[in-house]
T-cell receptor, first 110, second 116 residues
Framework: GESVGLHLPTLSVQEGDNSIINCAYS??????FIWYKQESGKGPQFIID?????DKRQGQRVTVLLNKTVKHLSLQIAATQPGDSAVYFC?????????FGSGTKLNVKP | GAVVSQHPSRVICKSGTSVKIECRSL??????MFWYRQFPKQSLMLMAT?????????EQGVEKDKFLINHASLTLSTLTVTSAHPEDSSFYIC????????????FGQGTRLTVV
């Protein structure tokens, strides 16, 4: 259930476009997942969560999709704004501990 | 959302000294607190999990005598980096969650530790 952090991949999108950020998680026993946003020099900020008995959950401008068969999560951001620029991490809850994925840097071009 | 306060936000210390970082849940009782370490442009690596009133559980490869964790109350956990070395320089982040398995973890703002 540990994440191994390497260099962060970057996703560049135009303001107003939709963004899709992907995450592969490691443990099939994970039962709860959260997407976090992290701005430089700050702690992670909650975006949206999903339980393992669901495959889709929608929030305001964000949607999380869960595919347990291939252990994959995605975060969709509609009408991406410059304020969405940050690093995005998925986190999996495994045996009551949170492990983080490797992260994606989202760069929104005005 | 719930608030987790971490202090200090930045600290510089000399090699060989110890540094204590505090993590407080301000408006909820945190039965579980987590400590993470983050290197530049990398993900958060879980160091240890602490439950109030019991010993912390450390992840593989994390030295428990180096990183002392105390979770003495439902609102406070501390991480002490003992005999710090330059390679301990990093961003340390705590998080806290309420009782229950499928609940959100709230994060502090992080502590930037620089060992000189």
């Amino acid at each position: 259930g540990e994440s191994v952090g390497l260099h962060l991949p970057t996703l560049s999108v135009q303001e107003g476009d939709n963004s899709i950020i992907n995450c592969a998680y490691s443990n099939s026993a994970s039962d709860y997942f959260i997407w976090y946003k992290q701005e430089s020099g700050k702690g992670p900020q909650f975006i949206i969560d999903i339980r393992s008995n669901m495959d889709k959950r929608q929030g305001q401008r964000v949607t999380v999709l869960l595919n347990k068969t291939v252990k994959h999560l995605s975060l969709q951001i509609a009408a991406t704004q410059p304020g969405d620029s940050a690093v995005y991490f998925c986190a999996e809850n495994t045996w009551n501990k949170f492990y983080f994925g490797s992260g994606t840097k989202l760069n929104v071009k005005p | 959302g719930a608030v987790v306060s971490q202090h200090p936000s930045r600290v510089i210390c000399k090699s060989g000294t110890s540094v204590k970082i505090e993590c407080r849940s301000l408006d909820f009782q945190a039965t579980t607190m987590f400590w993470y370490r983050q290197f530049p442009k990398q993900s958060l690596m879980l160091m240890a999990t602490s439950n109030e009133g019991s010993k912390a559980t450390y992840e593989q490869g994390v030295e428990k005598d180096k990183f002392l964790i105390n979770h003495a109350s439902l609102t406070l956990s501390t991480l002490t980096v003992t005999s710090a070395h330059p390679e301990d320089s990093s961003f340390y982040i705590c998080s806290a969650r309420r009782a229950g398995g499928q609940t959100e973890a709230f994060f502090g703002q992080g502590t930037r530790l620089t060992v000189v």
